[in-house]
């Protein structure tokens, strides 16, 4: 039975990864119709591996990418498994699979394709159509009455339609459009670059010299995966104090340097550092990371990208003054992912159900305004807007939608892995000690865990 207060809606979900779906899912618990546009042919989002690369613009400046994702053949997940998961939809252990702690991304491909299947998500996604166009059809009139119309093309086909909703999810996840640094000399520079959206495989780099523009986890895990085969692996970074992990990686191998920033880049092959050291480089690969993007989206300006802040966001969700008709799942960074975004999809439906309001549009805007003050005093760029970086914050959230707190074994696991990887980068996935053990058995003893097992729960109503 639905609450005497329900407002069905019709909504649309653009985006069939980890955030989508999970929305899909919340969405159609609250009783509302639900479309997802899914522009590959499965599910995953960023982690539907995408191995053919070669027609992708290099530097990925094109803001409609072919593609979508940024998975390399030898990623693994920085987590363990234990604690990735929807808290109702553990990640556990399937045989035939890939069983270690961190597991490589396909195995969180297929947790989220099992996830699918489970909940009946198929029936709701069109494959293969990427939305192109997303604008209000009638801005100005009652919040109740804002419809959006969505202009979606089939790839099989070049098939065009234009359909009306009365509320948008965007769920492209914020891994895919890559965030270029400003070097001089890099528009003339005519040896081989690219951003990390597109490496896959270590093997095209073999014999050559390579430097990697950036010293993320993406730059110190590719330069770990070319060193087996390049000739010289040079990092460049804006700092030279890097974890303990990584110093210990460095002073193994004698083909792999470390850098400070570069300073030029000349036409000869030559890339010139802040420090005065040269080398002569076949190829830059930039690790410097992504950008929000939202090319389909039409707002008159209410909800715009400056400098990596995607905003104004009320609590990285929703824009005060179209909310909650059009909102944002999967924004925030440095986060537990899945749980979160579950967080944020029952939240969103709820609202969108009429069973939760939020706060009137001025009160959402001096929130943002405190927001922004907040990390401006704290000196923290606008481009870190988004990164959360606390258990508390996630915790709040909850609050909001009635959601639990995260478990405190989920929290010492995470910290527990972060500690590990700063000490110990190259084998703290494939080691164990007695702390994590006793953590794990802590986690194992979540009703979720006992009651699924290895096959799954018994009934969907269990759910």
């Known amino acids: 039975m639905l609450p005497e207060t329900f407002q069905y809606k019709n909504v649309c979900v653009i985006g069939a990864g980890p955030s989508g779906l999970v929305a899909a899912r919340e969405l159609r618990r609250e009783g509302h119709k639900v479309v997802v546009f899914e522009q ?70 297929l947790y989220l394709k099992d996830f699918c299947e489970w909940f009946r998500l198929r029936e709701m996604i069109r494959f293969n159509t990427r939305v192109d166009y997303v604008g209000m059809l009638n801005y100005g009139v009652s919040d109740n009455d804002l419809k959006w119309i969505i202009r979606s093309i089939e790839k099989n086909n070049d098939k065009i339609a234009e359909e009306v909703f009365d509320a948008v999810v965007v769920a ?23 951003h990390s959206h597109i490496y896959r495989l270590p093997e095209a780099f073999r014999n050559e010299r390579v430097v990697v523009v950036g010293n993320s986890y993406s730059g110190q895990d590719i330069s770990i995966d070319l060193v087996k085969v390049a000739k010289e692996v040079h990092i460049s970074s804006r700092s030279l104090d890097i974890s303990e992990g990584f110093s210990k990686v460095i002073s193994k191998q004698e083909n792999l340097h470390l850098h400070p920033q570069i300073e030029t880049l000349e036409e000869d092959g030559r890339v010139v550092f802040v420090d005065g050291s040269v080398i002569i480089a076949d190829t830059i690969l930039y690790c410097t990371g992504y950008s929000y993007a939202f090319p389909f989206l039409d707002t008159k300006g209410l909800v715009v990208v400056d400098d990596g802040r ?52 001025d009160e959402m805007m001096e929130s943002i305004r405190e927001f922004y003050h ?26 909001y939608v009635g959601f639990p707190h995260l478990e405190e074994w989920r929290k010492k696991l995470c910290l527990s892995a972060i500690i590990s990887a700063n000490v110990n980068l190259e084998t703290y996935r494939d080691s164990w000690d ?30």
């Open 310 to 361: 995607v905003g104004p966001l009320y609590e990285h969700t929703f824009p005060p003054s179209l909310a909650p008709s059009l909102s944002f799942i999967g924004i925030p960074k440095q986060i537990i992912g899945l749980p979160f975004f579950e967080c944020q999809a029952k939240w969103i439906a709820q609202l969108l159900s009429g069973k939760r309001a939020l706060p009137s549009r």
């Open 434 to 463: 007695d702390e994590t053990s006793e953590l794990l058995q802590e986690a194992l003893q979540n009703p979720h865990f006992i009651q699924l097992g290895l096959e799954g729960p018994k009934e969907i109503g269990d759910m």
């Open 374 to 399: 907040s990390k401006e005093a704290a000196g923290i760029p606008k481009c870190n807007t988004h990164d959360i970086g606390n258990f508390e914050y996630c915790d709040k959230y909850a609050d």
């Open 172 to 194: 492209t996840g914020h891994y895919a459009q890559p965030k270029l640094p400003s070097i001089k000399g890099m528009d003339t520079w005519k040896r081989k670059q690219m």
């Open 40 to 109: 590959n042919h499965d599910v995953g989002g960023q982690w539907l591996y995408q191995p053919n690369v070669e027609e992708e613009d290099t530097l990925g400046r094109n803001p409609f990418l072919k593609v979508h994702s940024s998975i390399y053949d030898s990623l693994r997940l920085l987590s363990p498994r234990e604690i990735m998961g929807y808290t109702d939809f553990p990640f556990l252990v399937k045989k035939g699979r890939d069983t270690r702690r961190f597991p490589g991304h396909r195995e969180l491909f």
